[in-house]
């Protein structure tokens, strides 16, 4: 809901949509940020069940959880480009 009162001017899509509706790099900027969350949400839930809290596994974890969203991201957008959801 936007905070003006002309109708139109809300322009918070501008950051993840160009005008002809393609997708702005923003937009994988914030899959990376989900699939981080994802990551890290799942690595504190083993650590809460007493799991992983060796250095080695919680070094192992960490790194998955700080480099795996990359690649995450990037297999997430191949797949909406090959499927034609989105395109350049």
């Known amino acids: 809901m936007s905070s003006s009162q002309i109708p139109g001017a809300d322009r918070t ?3 993840v949509q160009q005008p002809n509706g393609r997708i702005r790099p923003l937009g ?3 899959t990376v940020v989900l699939f981080s969350f994802i990551l890290n949400g799942g690595r504190h839930l083993l ?3 007493g799991n ?3 250095l080695k596994s919680a070094t192992l974890l960490s790194n ?3 480099w795996g ?3 995450l991201a990037v297999l997430f957008w191949v797949a909406l480009f ?3 959801r ?3």
Do not use: C, E, K, Y
């Open 82 to 84: 090959a499927t034609g």
């Open 69 to 71: 969203p990359i690649p």
């Open 47 to 49: 650590n809460d069940t």
């Open 86 to 88: 989105v395109s350049l």
């Open 13 to 15: 899509g501008r950051f």
């Open 28 to 30: 994988f900027g914030l």
């Open 52 to 54: 992983g809290l060796t």
């Open 64 to 66: 998955i959880a700080v």
